[in-house]
């Protein structure tokens, strides 16, 4: 009897047979042409990477097991022991406490550029400097990255510029079509976009780094697991309907908090006063995703008021799920900063970030409206 499932099926094994030595030498003399243990490849995450791979248009992919997995296989694909590092000041805290905590132990050194300099490098560019590492939108403050510009400023250095895409998704932006030569995800987001799955994928241009990201992804053990990649392609089939009705509900909720007296200023490049509103609407083909921050008093029972209140957006530090959630940058993804990095940032007390989600948009403002009031 055959038998031909229309969805791929979970290869929840961790060894593939062989019938031989022949089929043994198959595998190493025809790369791709059969599989011999999950931590080299499986069926489920390649599906996946190369899914994502398509729809960023690169010259190949590698799914990790989480986001960070993704981040570090991204960054050690272009550097080694002595090299330097270029970061966008605002990026996710993970970022830059992998860079500062661990990388560093490697003798690998990052500094930082500030998000005005970001397209005149020359002062911050050393001769061992490798690559930019910078966000399409960033979080928590929702700026938006010149990708084109960037890629150009990079290049005029010798430098990669390297993407992490996850707050826009390759439904709004494709970075490599833009200049980037890597981008990532964290695949625990937007891609899976059901908050049950943790992953990441890596994406070059180029397939010189493709080969060292797949053999840094099988000698640092980073590859997905079947169950998860199975999940995360399962999410990724309807990531186009998705973020259609987040960017449509978000820019609702965005206009709604603009115009709300105990909100003292919003973060959303959907908004006309977002200053790089034209770009990101450029950049996005008119969708803006469905993140945000905005401000409220800089005052810690104000924010917990806030919160204890809410019915409709928990408090879960994740986001990119189909339901709405809050999070609060000063005292999770970016707590490992200092005060004055904080500070400079403009992550404060009262700044709350917004997961906006799928659900009818009038039960979203309802609970806004009572959790402000």
């Known amino acids: 009897m055959k038998i031909t499932p ?10 593939f047979k062989f019938d031989d030595l022949n089929e043994l030498e198959q595998y190493f003399g025809e790369p791709g042409s059969r599989y011999l243990y999950s931590r080299n490849g499986n069926p489920n995450s390649d599906e996946l990477a190369e899914a994502v791979n398509k729809l960023e248009g690169g010259a190949g992919a590698v799914a990790t097991g989480s986001g960070m997995a993704a981040i570090f296989a991204a960054i050690l694909a272009c550097c080694q022991a002595g090299d330097h590092v270029l970061c966008a000041a605002d990026i996710y805290g ?8 661990e990388l560093s132990r490697m003798g690998i050194t990052a500094s930082y550029v500030p998000f005005e300099q970001l397209y005149e490098l020359a002062e911050f560019v050393q001769p061992t400097t490798r690559l930019l590492l910078a966000e399409t939108i960033s979080n928590p403050l929702l700026r938006v990255a010149d990708l084109r510009r960037l890629a150009a400023e990079c290049h005029r250095h010798g430098l990669k510029l390297v ?17 980037a030569d890597i981008v990532l995800h964290s695949v625990t987001k937007y891609i899976s976009g059901h908050s049950d799955v943790t992953a990441g994928v890596v994406v070059a241009a180029d397939e010189e780094v493709v080969a060292r990201l797949r053999q ?3 000698f640092y053990g980073l590859t997905l697991s079947p169950m998860e990649s ?19 509900n978000a820019l609702i909720v965005a206009q709604f908090l603009e115009q709300h007296p105990k909100v003292r200023q919003v973060n959303y490049p959907g908004l006309d006063a977002h200053p790089q509103h034209a770009l990101a ?10 993140m945000m921050s905005f401000l409220l008093d800089d005052d810690a029972e104000v924010v917990n008021a806030f ?15 189909v339901d709405s959630s809050l999070s609060y940058p000063l005292g999770t993804s970016h707590r490992s900063l200092t005060t004055e990095q904080q500070q400079q940032l403009g992550i404060t007390v009262g700044l709350v970030r917004l997961s906006v989600g799928i659900e009818p948009i009038e039960e979203l403002l309802a609970d806004l409206a009572q959790a402000l009031g």
């Open 307 to 321: 919160m204890q209140r809410s019915r409709r957006f928990p408090f879960a530090p994740s986001l990119a799920g």
């Open 163 to 179: 993407v992490d895409n996850t707050f826009a998704s390759p439904v709004i932006t494709q970075p490599l079509a833009l200049g």
């Open 216 to 218: 840094i992804g099988i």
């Open 281 to 290: 609407a450029e950049q996005g083909a008119g969708q803006f995703g469905g």
């Open 230 to 248: 199975w999940l995360a392609v399962r999410g990724l089939k309807t990531l186009r309907l998705r973020m259609r009705e987040h960017s449509r």
């Open 6 to 15: 229309k969805i791929t099926p979970i290869y929840q094994t961790s060894v």
């Open 94 to 101: 993970g970022s830059s406490a992998l860079l500062n905590a």
